[in-house]
């Protein structure tokens, strides 16, 4: 299928000319693969809060609660950069802005109030549980959309 | 688990992975070849899925919520990632592939341990 190759460049013309918010840029280039990120954390803090709510809600309610509101960001950081114009561009930039202070604050407390932590949630011990990639992906996640909107600004 | 199939599943992965990279790295959206390595991955899932429904029966203290959960969860991550990686023809569609791959690897070893 070299084809697919050639048709690459086409469809990126294409795609050019068509009118298009500047800001789905969001989801381009190395965009895609941080949406593809967000995605998979989305679907996967989602099912893991659903089952925590279903099966063991009363084990520790607060960091239960901790993982559906960790699942709901993940959920509405993916559908801004996917949607990518100006006003998803500011609430993706508020959900990392929450994203990080929530892994911060949730991992501070799992330390110093492990009883209430005990089980483990996506933003316990820093991500640790998900290779810190909790930690890193709203940095980089924040890096990306402060840079694309540099570039809107700049053209 | 089925511990040869496992294994399996494992290789498959982590061949999905590298190729994944390794294309993303030369540029290139993803071929009908890794396209295909992701198809079977996609199938070997499916094939865990009606395995495990098969001799869940034989099984005790697994919760199947849990389980199935995960297995659910890992055919939907390749399904879309596959998906994705068709529509997608620049180097980030092997790139959403390596994610999508490097997820269903963690998933496995989860899958692995609910079992034991």
Redesign the interface.
């Known amino acids: 299928?070299k084809k697919?190759?050639e048709?690459?460049s086409a469809?990126?013309d294409r795609a050019a000319k068509k009118s298009r918010s500047p800001f789905s840029a969001m989801h381009t280039?190395?965009g895609?693969?941080l949406t593809?990120?967000y995605?998979?954390f989305a679907?996967?803090a989602t099912?893991r809060a659903?089952?925590q709510v279903?099966?063991e809600f009363d084990v520790a309610p607060v960091a239960y609660s901790l993982s559906v509101i960790a699942a709901v960001i993940y959920i509405v950081a993916t559908i801004c950069l996917v949607i990518g114009n100006r006003t998803s561009h500011r609430i993706a930039i508020a959900s990392c802005l929450i994203e990080f202070a929530g892994v911060i604050v949730v991992g501070i407390l799992s330390f110093t109030h492990p009883e209430d932590f005990a089980n483990p949630s996506v933003w316990s011990s820093f991500g640790s549980g998900y290779g810190f990639i909790p930690l890193i992906l709203p940095l980089v996640g924040l890096w990306w959309l402060a840079l694309v909107g540099r570039r809107i600004r700049a053209a | 688990m089925f511990t040869v199939f496992t294994i399996v599943l494992y290789a498959v992965s982590a061949v999905l992975v590298i190729w994944s990279i390794v294309e993303a790295i030369r540029n290139?959206?993803?071929?009908?070849m890794l396209l295909g390595a992701t198809a079977l991955l996609l199938l070997l899932l499916i094939v865990q899925l009606v395995l495990s429904i098969a001799t869940f029966g034989s099984t005790d203290g697994i919760?199947p919520?849990?389980y199935f959960?995960?297995v659910i969860?890992a055919i939907?991550?390749i399904g879309?990632?596959g998906f994705?990686a068709f529509a997608?023809?620049?180097r980030?569609g092997p790139?959403?592939l390596a994610?999508?791959g490097l997820?269903v690897i963690v998933m496995i070893e989860r899958l692995d341990q609910i079992w034991q």
């Open positions: 299928m697919r190759h048709i690459a469809k990126q280039g190395p895609r693969a593809a990120v995605g998979v679907l996967s099912a659903g089952y279903i099966r | 290139r959206p993803a071929n009908t919760d919520l849990l959960g995960y969860t939907l991550v879309l990632a994705w997608e023809l620049s980030w790139g959403v994610a999508a997820t």
